[in-house]
């Protein structure tokens, strides 16, 4: 059998669970939306889930076992990801304390792709988080096509949510742009950058 579908249904409510789980990507989509519009908040979007796309198919090409096997190279994709998520943190922080400067997070142009995309391939837990739930669900279908199956359905879903996220957040943008309320959301998505950097790290 080349696909089990009789998985699907509990692979999908395993799905929901972890997808509307706030993480570092739904964080940095709601502050890219709201402080740069729905262009910045989509090309966040797309480097995220082209990062996820890669891991995915390290885990899907047998590759991503291999990776597991080599601790130094985990150990050095911590480290990494945890830097840059700690760069985010400060450099939010430093925006809060010299607020009339221009911030760099608004800069047009693809440095919200690059985000997107950093923050996820260098976090390990995507890989790891692959390599430990998607094999679950392979029934008794073919590894590859059903991994590869699942993996289509999760990035879909998961594209789905964050994609509400974006424009939600975009639409809302107006009314939230209140010195406050920014100060806040930059408040709490510095903490939670620097959370999860600490997190990596430990």
């Given at each position: 059998m080349l696909f089990d579908f009789s998985q699907v249904p509990a692979f999908l409510i395993a799905c929901a669970v972890v997808i509307v789980t706030p993480g570092v990507d739904a964080f940095l989509l709601l502050r890219t939306s709201l402080r740069s519009g729905v262009r910045s908040g989509l090309l966040a979007l797309a480097g995220i889930h082209t990062a996820a796309a890669v891991q995915v198919a390290l885990v899907i090409s047998g590759l991503g076992v291999v990776l597991a096997q080599y601790p130094v190279v985990l150990t050095a994709l911590r480290w990494i990801g945890a830097g840059y998520l700690l760069h985010l943190a400060v450099s939010l922080a430093r925006g809060l304390l010299r607020?009339?400067?221009?911030?760099?997070?608004?800069?047009?142009?693809?440095?919200?792709?690059?985000?997107?995309?950093?923050?996820?391939?260098?976090?390990?837990?995507?890989?790891?988080?692959?390599?430990?739930?998607?094999?679950?669900?392979?029934?008794?279908?073919?590894?590859?096509?059903?991994?590869?199956?699942?993996?289509?359905?999760?990035?879909?879903?998961?594209?789905?949510?964050?994609?509400m996220i974006v424009l939600a957040a975009s639409r809302v943008a107006g009314r939230l742009k209140r010195p406050g309320v920014t100060t806040a959301l930059d408040v709490v998505c510095a903490a939670v950058f620097l959370t999860m950097s600490v997190g990596l790290v430990v």
């Amino acid at each position: 059998m080349l696909f089990d579908f009789s998985q699907v249904p509990a692979f999908l409510i395993a799905c929901a669970v972890v997808i509307v789980t706030p993480g570092v990507d739904a964080f940095l989509l709601l502050r890219t939306s709201l402080r740069s519009g729905v262009r910045s908040g989509l090309l966040a979007l797309a480097g995220i889930h082209t990062a996820a796309a890669v891991q995915v198919a390290l885990v899907i090409s047998g590759l991503g076992v291999v990776l597991a096997q080599y601790p130094v190279v985990l150990t050095a994709l911590r480290w990494i990801g945890a830097g840059y998520l700690l760069h985010l943190a400060v450099s939010l922080a430093r925006g809060l304390l010299r607020r009339g400067a221009e911030e760099p997070e608004e800069v047009v142009g693809d440095r919200p792709f690059r985000q997107g995309f950093l923050t996820n391939i260098t976090n390990p837990k995507m890989l790891l988080f692959a390599l430990a739930f998607l094999p679950q669900f392979i029934g008794s279908g073919e590894p590859a096509p059903q991994l590869a199956m699942l993996a289509a359905v999760f990035l879909g879903l998961a594209a789905v949510w964050e994609l509400m996220i974006v424009l939600a957040a975009s639409r809302v943008a107006g009314r939230l742009k209140r010195p406050g309320v920014t100060t806040a959301l930059d408040v709490v998505c510095a903490a939670v950058f620097l959370t999860m950097s600490v997190g990596l790290v430990v």
